[in-house]
């Protein structure tokens, strides 16, 4: 299939690494006490507007937006979330189908799977720290830098299983 094909195969890993990752994000919150379920809690957020306490791809979604000249209402908060954030894991994973089309398989693809996850998780810090949406990575304590990674790194497993799947039934 080659290029086109391989970032299509990336860009469906990535979206179902996404549903991995929030799963991640989803069990940890009804462990914390949580009890919406999860669509609902997938489709919300508790950030009355795009301010500090908005989670970060919301606030990504204003800056660009703001950038383009888009007004963007406060009652856009969650599903500019919620764009974002699957639009991020979807391009993380084409990405990924770049790199596969660039490395052929000779990669390992779990290990394009989680390199993708762990680098998405550095960038995340080296951008969104200077643009002022994260602190700086050396204000966060250990544990929240481990939830933040250990999410990834899931994604990135994720990503890597789905894209040996199909490099298994190419294969045949």
Known sequence: MGLVGNVIRGAVAGAVATAAMDAVWYRRYRAEGGDRGPLEWELSTEAP???EDAPAPARVGKLV???LGVALPDRAVAVTN???HWMTGIGWGTV???AVSV?????PSLAIGVGTGGTAWGTSYAVLGPLGIYRPIT???RSTL???LSAHLV??????AVLGAWRRCRGR
């Not at 490395?103 to 990669?107: C, E, P």
């Not at 994604?155 to 890597?160: C, E, K, M």
Request: glycine share 24%; hydrophobic share 35%; net charge negative.
């Open 49 to 51: 507007g795009f301010g």
């Open 65 to 67: 937006a703001d950038t």
């Open 82 to 84: 919620d764009v974002v």
């Open 96 to 98: 990924a189908g770049l």
């Open 103 to 107: 490395g052929g398989w000779r990669v």
């Open 139 to 141: 204000d966060y304590d």
């Open 146 to 148: 481990w939830q933040d």
């Open 155 to 160: 994604y990135g497993t994720t990503l890597g």
